[in-house]
């Protein structure tokens, strides 16, 4: 059966004509953080809180072998916790995905489903956040603009990854579907991420500042992602 044209193809009559602003996600975001509060602080927020204190550590001890300028030990401490971060986020990230998802339709999310679903995909997370980043890395090295476009397309793979239990390239390819004629949708989310960061140049309050409002807009990569899916054409969401 040939498919049906994007122009013959009706959209979801349900669905929103449009997205809000990227500024507009900051309370839907906080209200699904605090609903699974307790699930990202054991699970997200201590562990980077205590990741970030083992390298703060970790570089401090570079430079306090006699007077050397490098301490082999500190460089062994950097190795350790780099392993260490890419184990949490092979083994946590379909967990988080998971909260956030939940969190973005405002349902309660629990450890023992969290744990199931990094269970279930946390091979499959590896090979696409893998395949993403160096297709992204690729991109920007090369031609610069070509990595920008695979930003926006491959930006909610890992959502579309857990949500519709895909493999790398279906997730890709549905990542892609949901963002495109829809750019500025995606860029938006980033943007705030950019701007949230902003405060933190500034020693100890801007770092504060960016940390909290980072916790408040979590959840808003998963907001956008349900908002985009509700506007798939109807034939999408039945294929």
Known sequence: MAKASSKDTPTNPGAPSSVPSAFDLFKPSWEGVKLNLTE???LFVAPTALLSIYFMLAAGALGTN??????????????????????YTVLLGPAIVHIQLKSARMEKASYESAW??????????????VTVGLTIFVGLILFI???LIFIRRYFLSQFALIDQDLGTRDSMRFSNELSKGRAMSVWGVIGVYVLIAIPSFVPIIGSIITFLLQIAYYCASAIRFEQLKALRPAAQKNS
């Open 145 to 147: 603009v070509p990595g």
């Open 66 to 87: 006699n007077g050397n300028s490098v301490n082999p030990a500190g460089v062994v401490l950097l190795a350790i916790g780099a392993v260490i971060i890419c184990v």
């Open 40 to 42: 990202l602080i054991v």
């Open 116 to 129: 199931a679903t990094s269970k279930k995909f946390w091979w499959r997370y590896l090979i696409l956040s």
